[in-house]
């Protein structure tokens, strides 16, 4: 039995064996670009306190075969056609880095609609009381793990993430401050 491949146009060696689930394939955009998913594609951005009050991000750094291979960005990838947004990233962060759907508390979305192709980054903390290990969880995974939030930009962040850094940092920083005390 042959495993169904898909061509990555950026990998040398040429297609790699991957199981094709429904929504794999590529999008020809209005951009110029190809893009995963055909009912587009969706990642999770988990953020959390850490010890000492300090923001840190669960990241993942794409395996070399995949598309813009090398960078880090939110694990995530295309979305079933049944699926919401948040379900599919839900489901891929399961897949690519380990984490329970169940410890996750999603609390907004941040869309980039190319018209015929959209990608979807949910929000999300962690559920009071959860332990979040991720790790590389598949082969789609180099690395993945909690990076401090001032540490982000220092690494070679996939450019859509780049650019969309600034505000999704804000975002999670508000949903992550504390709340101050009520008053009597």
Same mark, same amino acid.
């Given at each position: ?5 898909? /061509?990555?146009? $950026?990998?040398?060696?040429?297609? =790699? /064996?991957?199981? &094709? ?22 990642? !999770?951005? &988990? ?10 991000? %669960? ?6 075969? $995949?598309?813009? #291979?090398?960078?880090?960005? %939110? ?12 379900? #599919?990233?839900?489901?891929?962060? $399961? ?8 410890? %996750? %508390?999603?609390?907004?979305?941040? &869309? !980039?609609?190319? #018209? /015929? ?5 949910? !929000?999300?903390?962690? =559920? ?12 789609? $995974? ?14 070679? &962040?996939?450019?859509?993430? +780049?650019? +969309? ?8 920083? +508000? ?10």
């Amino acid at each position: 039995m042959s495993i169904p491949t898909v /061509p990555d146009p $950026s990998d040398p060696a040429g297609p =790699r /064996p991957r199981h &094709l689930q429904p929504g794999d394939g590529w999008v020809e955009c209005v951009c110029g670009r190809r893009h995963w998913g055909l009912h587009g594609a969706a990642g !999770l951005l &988990l953020g959390r306190l850490d010890d000492a009050g300090r923001l840190e991000v %669960v990241l993942q750094h794409r395996a070399p075969w $995949s598309d813009q #291979g090398g960078t880090w960005g %939110v694990p995530g990838g295309a979305v079933a056609p049944d699926e919401t947004a948040t379900q #599919g990233a839900l489901r891929e962060t $399961s897949e690519e880095a380990g984490v329970d759907p169940d410890d %996750v %508390v999603p609390f907004a979305e941040h &869309l !980039l609609d190319h #018209g /015929p192709w959209r990608y979807t980054t949910v !929000l999300a903390t962690v =559920r009071p009381g959860a332990l979040v290990l991720p790790r590389p969880a598949d082969a789609e $995974s180099v690395d993945v793990r909690w990076v401090a939030a001032d540490d982000v930009t220092a690494l070679p &962040l996939l450019p859509a993430f +780049a650019q +969309a850094w600034p505000g999704l940092r804000e975002r999670l920083e +508000a949903a992550t401050r504390p709340s101050p005390p009520p008053t009597a």
